[in-house]
């Protein structure tokens, strides 16, 4: 008999979701939230109402492209967490009433276990075999993983204070970039050369910190501008060639020590920043087999929760109506 699985994700501000059908991806709908560009990040509980308006017509857009009725559905995947608690409990809510409504199996996903796991979807890319490395690299967390199965992921490193999307928004908001700005900074500093230099944190072992080298571009530009004020407007392309090499270096470093150190030979990229092109191109130098993930799979989207969702339920793995949203969670 057929599985097919429901995905829901809500853990931010995209809202989204995915029908799959036996580890094939037959619908994949995302609507992002606009509105928080104007305040320069997101805005929790505008997403959260955001979330409460669009979740059935994009539920109900995703069953239509599946040409699926609910009352074929197999189970129902949704993100606990980590996240925004307002925008999880909106996912939360729908699923599990849903469920209930439907008598279907409920399966609560982690989501950064899922922005690894999306590698698994059948006929989408190459998947990778367990054990692997992961690293995972969002607006909410920057992590080095040791993937064994479906369920078991030991973190050997994380970081220390802000995650890596987050230091591309934020020196991208010093720029003047609008939010998000990673995806822009990507694309201007394609068009310059990485000429300054912001330095390098003195972190232990396999654990990352982005809060120093944010620190010193703002000091950096305090400085530049009491000389120049169009510093920025003349210097732009090399500005975000720059921080995106910095970037990029700190997080090539600590993905080779881990290398060294599991001797694990597969390295597996998840979230919104794998998106970056510098890191893309990086990372293919290194001496590993490398998974990167097509770009519409590295932000947030619903078929990495589905697929998830699916791999649990094979496995036997379901949760209760009980299960509630987490803003944090552990590996
Ligand atoms: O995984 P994601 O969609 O949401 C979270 O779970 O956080 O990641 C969003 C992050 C944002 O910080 C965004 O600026 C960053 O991914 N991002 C990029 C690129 N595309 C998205 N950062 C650098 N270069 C990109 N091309
Ligand atoms: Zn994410």
């Known amino acids: ?48 109402r955001a979330h409460v308006q669009r979740i059935i017509p994009v539920v109900e857009e995703a069953l239509s492209q599946a040409n699926i009725d609910k009352k074929q559905l197999t189970a129902i995947a949704y993100t606990q967490g980590p ?3 307002g925008s999880l409990l909106v996912g939360n809510a729908f699923a599990k009433s849903l469920a209930l409504a439907l008598e279907l199996p409920l399966i609560a996903v982690h989501h950064m276990h899922a922005h690894l796991l999306v590698h698994f979807i059948d006929d989408a890319f190459p998947t990778p075999s367990f054990p692997f490395l992961g690293l995972t690299v969002s607006g909410g967390h920057t992590q080095l993983v040791r993937v064994d199965d479906t369920n078991s992921f030991v973190i050997f490193g994380e970081t220390k204070d802000d995650a890596v999307g987050e230091a591309f928004d934020k020196t991208g908001k010093m720029l003047g970039l609008p939010y998000p700005a990673g995806p822009v900074l990507d694309k201007l500093a394609k068009m310059g050369t990485p000429r300054f230099s912001f330095g390098k944190p003195e972190v232990e072992g396999l654990n990352f910190s982005f809060s120093g080298l944010k620190t010193s571009v ?20 090399d500005l975000c060639a720059s921080i995106q090499h910095d970037i990029v270096s700190i997080l090539i470093d600590k993905v080779t020590k881990a290398i060294d150190q599991t001797g694990l030979n597969q390295l597996v990229l998840g979230g919104g920043v794998s998106a970056n092109s510098g890191l893309r191109e ?23 929760i589905a697929i998830t969702g699916y791999l649990k339920f094979k496995a036997g ?15």
Do not use: W
């Open 1 to 48: 008999m057929s599985s097919i699985i429901l995905g829901i994700e809500t853990s931010c501000d995209d809202t989204a979701a995915a029908v799959l059908i036996d580890g094939k991806l037959h619908a994949n709908v995302v609507a992002q939230q606009l509105e928080h560009e104007s305040h320069g990040g997101v805005i929790p509980e505008l997403a959260s």
């Open 83 to 85: 996240g925004l608690l």
């Open 218 to 237: 703002l000091y950096f530009l305090r400085k530049q501008e009491e000389q120049d004020k169009e510093f920025i407007n003349k210097n732009l392309h």
């Open 282 to 304: 990086s990372l293919s130098n290194l001496d590993v087999s490398l998974f990167l993930p097509p770009l519409p799979y590295t932000t947030d989207n619903a078929a990495m």
């Open 317 to 331: 793995l379901t949760d209760s109506l009980a299960s509630e949203s987490k803003a944090r969670m552990n590996s």
